[in-house]
């Protein structure tokens, strides 16, 4: 008689048993659905909060003074492209030209100091290693405000104020503290069984480095890249403590954060607010093609290092 009333009290335990876990993933789902909806609205309203802005600056490039000054949200009426010509002919083309030529040496420079400074710091120990990783870091924590007085006397003492060469030298002092952080990561990432290889096939310490570790970090190099490019094309402060005539001789070498606020300044009272737009749009529109064009590389470079 006890068997059966055993058999009998177990069976609702284990049905209890077996429907407690549909429950809980039942309630799993729901979490999962609910958070989805979060985080893609969360998205999709940040989206609009950038997109938005960067259209009615557009839009704006096409508009008339009495357009805008009349509703600054309408429609344009009118789609010319003159407004970029008259933009470009009012300076927008020599700032745009000053802010090429500077970049095209100091952001290939900072990738190559940088990343072999942090492929040193990475992979080989030695004597206040440590030291001199945090003293770059370090470096990336401090406000540039508090260094402008004697950085601007330290360039003029080697009288390269207002000249493309001491703009480029302190693009790459600015820049390096976050490409060694950001590449010291990564190369710490880089399997060690390749770089043993070649050492024992005789390769030497400069080979190593360019032709086996750098191609490995290629994702790294892009993102930090395009990082390093972005932040320098955009820098206002330093190039407007550098980059002033220091006489009437002088030629005005301005980069193109300078220059859109001398265009301003150069108007006066007779303003053309669409010429203003449209150099910003000149301005806006190299680093949205940049950015849109290695965004993949740039999220796999951010991704690998943790992904390893």
Do not use: C
């Amino acid at each position: 008689m006890s068997a059966p009333i055993k058999e009998t009290a177990a069976a609702p335990a284990e049905g209890a048993v077996t429907r407690a876990p549909a429950r809980r993933r039942g309630d799993q789902a729901g979490e999962g659905v609910v958070l989805n909806a979060f985080s893609h609205g969360f998205l999709a309203l940040w989206a609009l909060l950038i997109v938005l802005p960067l259209l009615w600056l557009v839009f704006s490039s096409f508009k008339t003074d009495v357009q805008i000054g009349g509703s600054a949200f309408g429609w344009p009426h009118n789609w010319s492209f003159d407004v970029f010509r008259r933009a470009w002919n009012k300076g927008i083309g020599d700032y745009f030209l000053n802010t090429v030529i500077v970049l095209v040496f100091s952001v290939p420079l900072t990738m190559l100091f940088g990343s072999m400074a942090a492929y040193v710091l990475a992979r080989y120990r030695f004597w206040g290693n440590r030291l001199l990783y945090y003293f770059f870091v370090a470096g990336a924590m401090f406000p540039v405000f508090l260094a402008l007085v004697p950085l601007f006397f330290m360039v003029k003492r080697l009288d390269m104020l207002n000249t493309y060469q001491g703009l480029i030298l302190v693009y790459i002092a600015y820049s390096m503290p976050f490409t060694v952080f950001f590449m010291h990561a990564f190369f710490r990432t880089l399997p060690t069984a390749i770089f043993e290889a070649a050492v024992l096939d005789g390769a030497s310490h400069t080979r190593i480095f360019f032709q086996v570790m750098l191609p490995m970090a290629k994702p790294g190099l892009i993102s930090v890249g395009i990082f390093n490019t972005l932040g320098q094309w955009n820098q206002f402060i330093l190039p407007t403590v550098l980059m002033q005539p220091q006489s009437g001789s002088d030629p005005e070498r301005y980069v193109l954060t300078q220059g859109l606020i001398q265009l301003q300044q150069q108007q006066g009272y007779a303003s053309d607010l669409p010429v203003l737009f449209a150099g910003v749009t000149i301005a806006m529109i190299p680093m949205l093609v940049v950015y849109l064009s290695f965004q993949r590389q740039v999220q796999a470079g951010l991704t690998s290092a943790t992904l390893k």
